[in-house]
Structure formats: C-alpha cells, structure tokens
C-alpha cells in the first residue's frame, strides 16, 4: 500500500465536509514529495451544521462568564477558530508545494496542534451540554484567503497574516479569557485557555523566523511583517485589548515589532471625523 503524502492528506482535510474527517491526526510515515502543482483552494468544503457564516454575534465579555450559556458560546467561537485554523494551514500546504520541507513540516505540526486545541475546546463545550452545531461559524479567517493569494508576496503574506497576526493576537485573547473563565468559576476552561496560549507563543515564533528567512533583505521582523501584512489586516488587528509584551518577547518579537503593534490603531479609530461629529 502506497503511502500517503503531506499534500493528499492536507487535500483531505480540505475536501472532507465533515468535522470528524477535518480533525484527524495524520498517519505515521506521511511523505512530503510528490506535491504537484499549486492547488488553489478557494474554501473547504463544510457540511451543512459547519457552514461558514457571513458573521456571528458578539462574543459574551470575560467578565460575564458566569452562566453555561455564556461559556458556551465562547468555547464554541473558539473551537471554530482552532477548526479554519486546521484549514488554513492545510490551504497554505498545498498552495505552495515548492516551498522546503522543513516550513511545510512545521506547518503541518502547527496544523496538529490546531486539531488538538479544537478538541480540547469541543471537550468542554460538550460538558457544558452543547455542540459546534448549535452555534454560528463566522468565517473571518477565510475572508483573508483572497488577500494572501492575491499578493505577491505568497508564502510570505501567509506568515503575516495567520502567525504575526490571527495567532499574534490570541497571546492576548487566550489570557483575557482564561481569567474569565477562571473568574466565572470555570477553572477547566480557563486551563485549556493556557494550554492553548503557551502553544501560540511557538507558533508566533515559528511564523517570525520563517518570515525573515523569506524576506532576507528586511532589516528586522518588524518591517517584514509592515511590508507582507495583506490588507485588510494590519498591526492592529494583532493584539487584543489587553497587551502581553511579555509572551511577544518569549515569542522572540523584536521590541519594534512589539511596539509596532502596541501602539497601532486600527481605521475607525484613525478616520477623521466628520464635521460636527
């Protein structure tokens, strides 16, 4: 029996419309070779309960992590994120088969540890009494799809967006939550939070290293990441509303990428305002 490649099974998780197919572990002996040409996926396929929504209420505040229903709903918003995550990341794998092994391993263990962490939220969302399909699954992270593969920067693009960004920004959202949960009487939420936390200061890690590899002549991550960021996201959209510069410098982010980040405002809060606003 031949044995599967890194590109057929990332494929699968692609192609597979269901959760269970999207979240199982790759088989020993994956081969990374034989990879063809570029595979542009456009989106994953999903099964009905998991179709990706145009956007989603408003998460509950950590602060008000006191009833079921509330947890629930966050767990839920995050277990989703882990799952595009997982997709994601299989979409970057077969996007650029040329790419050298080691980046596209490193990915694939960054992709496993994204089916572990949607586990481990889907795990507590089922002892609160509800499932994935009972709430909405905004598709935020598909929405930046187009952008990286439409830059030029490729690969490039990939590690801003998802690493120096989506993943950047969860160092705070994964504390911000994890103390309201542990707040809200939730230790075993707020446990899985940090587990997931202290995975995304490697992942970080890993996108900046990768990224100064690929852009050899920037002067230092932070004008990497200024330069391949795909619009619409930016440096603002890579921190939540409490800062932790602490996991950023463990992260190995230079102290410019970290104040870059600090200090950026995002569009509305730079707009001009309107005369007599």
Not at 181 to 193: L, N
Not at 201 to 211: C, E, K
Not at 223 to 236: Q, T
Not at 268 to 277: D, F, I, L, N, S
Request: aromatic share 8%; with cysteine; hydrophobic share 45%.
């Amino acid at each position: 029996m031949t044995e599967a490649t890194l590109h057929e099974y990332c494929r699968g998780i692609l192609a597979a419309p269901g959760l269970d197919a999207k979240l199982e572990p790759p088989p020993a002996g994956l081969r990374d070779g034989d990879a063809g040409e570029p595979l542009l996926v456009e989106r994953p396929a999903r099964s009905p309960e998991l179709a990706l929504a145009g956007g989603a209420p408003p998460l509950p505040r950590a602060d008000a992590l006191t009833t079921d229903g509330a947890r629930a709903a966050c767990l839920a918003r995050f277990a989703h994120h882990e799952l595009m995550a997982v997709e994601f990341f299989a979409w970057a794998i077969v996007r650029w088969p040329e790419l050298p092994s080691e980046l596209r391993r490193g990915w694939l263990g960054i992709l496993v540890d994204e089916q572990r962490h949607c586990r481990l939220y889907l795990g507590r969302l089922r002892e609160l009494g509800s499932s994935l399909s009972e709430h909405p699954c905004s598709g935020y992270f598909w929405r930046q799809a187009d952008a990286i593969a439409a830059s030029p920067a490729g690969p490039a693009a990939f590690l801003a967006a998802m690493g120096l960004t989506l993943e950047q920004a969860n160092l705070d959202f994964t504390l911000i939550y994890r103390d309201g949960f542990r707040a809200g009487g939730d230790e075993a939420s707020a446990k899985v939070c940090q587990v997931i936390h202290d995975d995304e200061i490697q992942h970080v890690a890993f996108a900046r290293v990768w990224l100064l590899r690929l852009e050899p002549d920037a002067a230092n991550d932070a004008e990497a990441y200024a330069a391949r960021v795909p619009f619409p996201l930016s440096a603002a959209r890579a921190k939540g509303r409490r800062f932790d510069a602490d996991a950023r410098r463990r992260a190995g982010l230079s102290e410019e990428l970290i104040e870059a980040v600090r200090t950026a405002r995002s569009t509305q809060e730079t707009r001009p305002k309107a005369p007599g606003a």
